[in-house]
């Protein structure tokens, strides 16, 4: 393996922070909205977002993401003065905290905002898709997680095609990472996602977790989002706040497949799950 890829598997750079990944490690998630689809305005007061935050730390969570917009199916758009008021009094709470802080955003001004206030990772689900996104986040000092995105949350759900979603996906997220990369960014910065639920069916997610294999091959470390998520009430029936053990289920099933970071609602119980998939391996 050439040295480079074999750095990259290892360790991620986040802003201050240097993200072991010889183990799989767990990204809670933090809604300032008012309308996420699974805990949709449970935080959007600072104090308790900043306390939730504080609790997952204490279960044992390795990165918080966080985010103000609401990028579910059919979502309304904030704009980026409004994205920015609710980011920025977390991340000056959160400016000392023991883990790094990923904002979840897709737009340039937000990212640059976010990362002179201490953000150390940028989660962008359109991908860092326009070139302005791009040269907001290539010189600064934060991991980037390239996440795949058909179409617009709005209308993402409305029948999405693929001939090909494996390859089609695996394609896109090659693209941005030669995109980035050709702007200087380091390999040892860079995660990419399969984006599921996101311009995606139930057979389009289902096929993806079934080759991860694929975004795998891309190099990068795979981070995946399936917690809670439509995919899981599908096969389970559950309700959303029901998801709890089809979503740990799917966060294994991922890591064994080879994904290295799980964005999670329930971070108690994935932490405790990995625990033993990782007693369960010798070494990486
Ligand atoms: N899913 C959501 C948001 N951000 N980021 C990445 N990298 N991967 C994902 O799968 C992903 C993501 C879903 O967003 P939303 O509907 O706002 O709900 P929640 O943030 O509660 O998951």
């Known amino acids: ?60 969570v390795d990165l918080i993401d966080v985010g103000a917009e609401s ?12 994205e920015a008021a609710r ?15 990923s904002v979840d955003t897709r737009k340039p001004t937000v990212m640059r905002l976010v990362i002179d206030a201490g953000a150390s990772m940028i989660n962008d689900v359109g991908g860092f898709a326009s070139a302005e996104a791009r040269h907001a986040v290539a010189d600064v000092d934060c991991a980037l997680c390239i996440m795949h995105m058909r179409g617009e949350p709005g209308t993402m759900q409305h029948d999405p095609h693929y001939d090909d979603v494996v390859g089609e996906v695996t394609m896109l997220l090659e693209a941005r990472v030669a995109a980035l990369r050709g702007l200087g960014v380091a390999n040892d910065r860079l995660l990419v996602d399969p984006g599921f639920g996101f311009g995606k069916a139930f057979e ?11 975004i795998v091959s891309i190099g990068p470390p795979v981070l995946v989002g399936l917690s809670r998520k439509e995919m899981i009430g599908t096969i389970t029936g559950r309700s959303i ?25 329930d971070v108690a119980a994935t932490v405790d799950a990995l625990h033993v998939w990782s007693a369960t391996r010798r070494t990486l």
């Open 241 to 265: 706040e029901d998801r709890t053990a089809g979503s740990v289920a799917a966060a294994v099933v991922a890591v064994e497949r080879g994904a290295r970071v799980v964005r999670v609602h």
């Open 1 to 60: 393996m050439p040295p480079e890829r074999a750095e990259q598997l290892s360790s991620l750079h986040c802003g201050r922070f240097r993200l072991d990944l010889t183990r799989p490690r767990v990204m809670g998630i933090v809604n300032l909205t008012p309308d996420s689809f699974s805990d949709g305005g449970r935080f959007e007061r600072l104090d308790l977002a900043v306390n939730r935050a504080r609790q997952m730390i204490e279960e044992g």
């Open 87 to 101: 980011l920025l009094p977390f991340l000056a709470a959160m400016r000392d905290a023991s883990v790094p802080i």
């Open 71 to 82: 990028t579910r199916p059919g979502a309304v758009e904030v704009s980026a003065e409004e």
């Open 204 to 214: 389009h997610n289902l096929a993806l977790l079934r080759d991860l294999a694929a």
